[in-house]
């Protein structure tokens, strides 16, 4: 499987759905079941499982319904950028091994 970044959103967001699939199926959930439990129509979820097209509402309550609203954790998390103080100290490295 190829990085992700070396990817088109389109393949990003199909790959997510059939992520997303994948996760249904090991919980042994039908669509309908998903559905129900998340308040998204069947009819989105089949959808976003062939296409990845899918509203960042209802993916947040899919994710929710199984029980992966955690991995929304990383997406666009902070991070830590040094300060102008910290890159000014930081000791210069060689370029030779």
């Not at 439990?37 to 959808?47: A, F, W």
């Not at 991995?71 to 102008?84: K, R």
Request: aromatic content about 2%; proline content about 3%.
């Amino acid at each position: 499987m190829l990085s992700i970044e070396f990817k088109a959103p389109q393949q990003i967001l199909t790959e997510l759905g059939e992520r997303a699939k994948v996760v249904r199926l090991r919980l042994n959930m039908s669509r309908k079941t998903l559905s129900e439990r998340s308040g998204v129509p069947e009819s989105s979820i089949k959808r976003f499982e062939v296409s990845g097209l899918i509203s960042s509402a209802s993916l947040v309550a899919i994710l929710m319904a199984l029980d992966r609203v955690s991995d929304l954790d990383t997406v666009l998390a902070e991070t830590s950028v040094p300060s102008i103080r910290e890159l000014h100290h930081r000791k210069r490295q060689r370029g030779r091994a």
